[in-house]
T-cell receptor, first 113, second 116 residues
Framework: DGGITQSPKYLFRKEGQNVTLSCEQN?????MYWYRQDPGQGLRLIYY???????QKGDIAEGYSVSREKKESFPLTVTSAQKNPTAFYLC????????????FGPGTRLTVL | AQTVTQSQPEMSVQEAETVTLSCTYD???????LFWYKQPPSRQMILVIR??????QNATENRFSVNFQKAAKSFSLKISDSQLGDTAMYFC?????????????FGAGTTVTVRA
C-alpha cells in the first residue's frame, strides 16, 4: 500500500537533547513537508523540500533542521535550540503541479520531559 | 504566509442535520486553491474537498459542499446529513501555486461534534 509513515508515534526527550523524527513515503512524490500542530493554532510549516538535496525554511524553522538525501525520506531534527518543542508533528508529501492535495502521515507526538 | 481565519472554534450538530463551517482568507492573488481537511480523533489528516479560484462552480463531494465567494474571500464548508463519523477537527487551507512552492497556509481549525 502506498502512503506515508512516521516514526515513532510517541517520543520523549529530555531538555538539551536533539531528537530526529522519521518520515518516509512510497508515493513517488517530489515534495515533502513538515508541520507542527499546537492546540488552537492549526498547522504551521517548519520546512519543505521539492527536490532531493534541496529544502526551504517554512514559517517556524528556528530550532529545527532537515535533510533530503533520498526522494522517499525527509527526516526532521528537533534541536536543543527549539525552546518549546512539545507538539504534534505531521509530515506530508505531494506532487508539485496544480491543486494537488498533500497526503499526511499519522504524526509523531513529541514531549519534552 | 497567507492569513486564513476560521472564526468558529467549536460546533455541535445533531446527527442527520446540516452544519456550516466558515472560513475567510486574505490574499491579493487572483489565482489560488482552497482546501478543507478533516482530522478525526485518530489525528490522520484527510482531504475533504478542494476548490480552484478560477472556477465559479462550487465544489461538491457527496455530503460535503462549499460556498466559494471570491469577492468576499469566503470559503465555507457545508456538511449535510451529518454522521457520527464526521466528528473531527476541520481545517481550511490556502495555496498560492504561482509562487511555485505549493505551500499550504492553514486556519486554526473548527472542532465539529456530531451528537447521536
Amino acid at each position: 500500500d502506498g502512503g506515508i509513515t512516521q516514526s515513532p508515534k510517541y517520543l520523549f526527550r529530555k531538555e538539551g537533547q536533539n531528537v530526529t523524527l522519521s518520515c518516509e513515503q512510497n508515493l513517488n512524490h517530489d515534495a515533502m513537508y513538515w508541520y507542527r500542530q499546537d492546540p488552537g493554532q492549526g498547522l504551521r510549516l517548519i520546512y519543505y523540500s521539492q527536490i532531493v538535496n534541496d529544502f526551504q525554511k517554512g514559517d517556524i524553522a528556528e530550532g529545527y533542521s532537515v535533510s533530503r538525501e533520498k526522494k522517499e525520506s525527509f527526516p526532521l531534527t528537533v534541536t536543543s535550540a527549539q525552546k518549546n518543542p512539545t507538539a504534534f508533528y505531521l509530515c506530508a508529501s505531494s506532487i508539485v503541479t496544480g491543486a494537488n492535495e498533500q497526503f499526511f502521515g499519522p504524526g509523531t507526538r513529541l514531549t519534552v520531559l | 504566509a497567507q492569513t486564513v481565519t476560521q472564526s468558529q472554534p467549536e460546533m455541535s450538530v445533531q446527527e442527520a442535520e446540516t452544519v456550516t463551517l466558515s472560513c475567510t482568507y486574505d490574499t491579493s492573488e487572483n489565482n489560488y486553491y482552497l482546501f478543507w481537511y478533516k482530522q478525526p480523533p485518530s489525528r490522520q489528516m484527510i482531504l475533504v474537498i478542494r476548490q480552484e479560484a478560477y472556477k465559479q462552480q462550487n465544489a461538491t463531494e457527496n455530503r460535503f459542499s462549499v460556498n466559494f465567494q471570491k469577492a468576499a474571500k469566503s470559503f465555507s464548508l457545508k456538511i449535510s446529513d451529518s454522521q457520527l463519523g464526521d466528528t473531527a477537527m476541520y481545517f481550511c487551507a490556502f495555496m498560492k501555486p504561482l509562487s511555485n512552492d505549493y505551500k499550504l497556509s492553514f486556519g486554526a481549525g473548527t472542532t465539529v461534534t456530531v451528537r447521536a
